[in-house]
């Protein structure tokens, strides 16, 4: 019930949101409800499939991921300094999002077989993880790089890899970020950096997304404007409303208690998550339940704390709400997996 409260709230977020760009407000919202009929359908095939079969198929999957990002990288058009679309006519979508599903099952079955529990499995894990983060990087997506990050964390701790380790890849990545802002990051990443520590170093420049996003969360006040009232959206002041801001969209128009209601459907899905990760007595369906979660979690973080200038902004999507087929179909087709780990614990139960 909350994943289809959350989606349907999407919907009609995308609908208001698009109606200030040029009135195709039910154009979008009518592709979303299409893609979201699509993601229940592949939710269901994927909980009759079973998480195991795909588990056998993780290498696999794995590799396919691999090539499509490689593809993207090499082959993608360029839109706003990334390669992260990749077209076949009429079909396009975003590889980076299909390879978290394939990140967490390829994980979960190398961590549950091979513990992480000393230096030779866990710079064997480090090697897998490597890969997607490498090929996301080059696209550039510093966003979807780090998603993988923190998913690979969470399941490593998940597996039981001892916290020294952890700390120790924590302090280089910590000490490495001068060398990655001189060296690494385009021009466009580093300023949303020093934007999001002073946005009006460059209010109508790199600052004018974060000021803007600002003003429509803080204009919703305690119970918003109303559904289709917001201004910063219709009047073309909110850039990319139907996608990178659409919480902003959401606090503008329903305000904090709005807010309040949207983070407890996202807190109570991801404690159901949890629950069933659990639940299970398969070790590899714990660990590939955390890193659901992290996903999950991690994406509502990111999207909602750009909206409102607590981290720097990267484009990610908040699961759900924001414009996109390729987001919302393997945000499904993941829960789809989890509901399946879910059915067979409870038929097991129901059997002893």
């Known amino acids: 019930m909350c994943t289809l409260m959350l989606a349907l709230c999407g919907v009609f977020c995308i609908y208001s949101a698009a109606a200030g760009n040029q009135g195709r407000g039910f154009d979008f919202a009518f592709r979303q409800s299409a893609w979201l009929g699509f993601s229940l359908f592949s939710m269901i095939f994927i909980m009759l499939v079973g998480h195991r079969k795909l588990l056998e198929g ?3 999957l794995f590799g396919l991921a691999l090539l499509l990002l490689l593809l993207t990288a090499l082959l993608a058009p360029k839109v ?11 079909i396009r979508f975003q ?4 390879a978290k599903i394939s990140i967490i099952l390829v994980l979960s079955k190398f961590l549950s077989r091979y513990p992480p529990i000393d230096l030779k499995t866990f710079f064997a894990a480090l090697g897998v993880i490597s890969l997607p983060v490498i090929l996301v990087l080059l696209q550039p997506d510093a966003g979807s790089a780090l998603v993988f990050l923190v998913i690979s964390f969470v399941m490593l701790l998940a597996a039981g890899t001892p ?3 952890l700390g120790t890849i924590i302090g280089l990545g910590l000490s490495a970020i001068p060398f990655l802002i001189i060296f690494v990051l385009k021009e466009y990443q580093k300023n949303r950096i020093l934007v999001f520590i002073d946005p009006m170093r460059d209010p109508l420049g790199a600052g004018y997304n974060v000021i803007q996003s600002r003003i429509a969360v803080g204009s919703g006040g305690l119970t918003g404007k109303g559904f289709m009232m917001g201004t910063q959206s219709k009047l073309k002041f909110l850039p990319e409303p139907h996608t990178d801001f659409i919480f902003s969209v959401f606090s503008e128009e329903f305000g904090f208690i709005g807010n309040l209601v949207l983070i407890f459907l996202f807190t109570v899905l991801l404690f159901r998550i949890i629950f069933i990760g659990l639940r299970s007595k398969d070790r590899r369906c714990k660990i590939l339940v955390s890193g659901v979660a992290a996903w999950l979690w991690f994406q509502m973080f990111e999207s909602i704390g750009m909206s409102i200038g607590l981290v720097p902004v990267t484009g990610l999507p908040l699961p759900f709400l924001s414009y996109g087929g390729s ?3 393997a945000t499904f087709i993941t829960l789809g997996i989890v509901a399946s780990i879910y059915i067979e614990e409870a038929a097991n139960r129901r059997r002893l």
Request: hydrophobic letters at 40%; charged letters at 10%.
């Open 58 to 60: 993780a290498y696999p």
């Open 80 to 90: 706003k300094g990334a390669q992260s679309w990749l077209g076949f006519g009429a």
């Open 95 to 98: 590889p980076s999002e299909f």
């Open 163 to 165: 916290l020294k380790y």
């Open 327 to 329: 987001s919302l179909l």
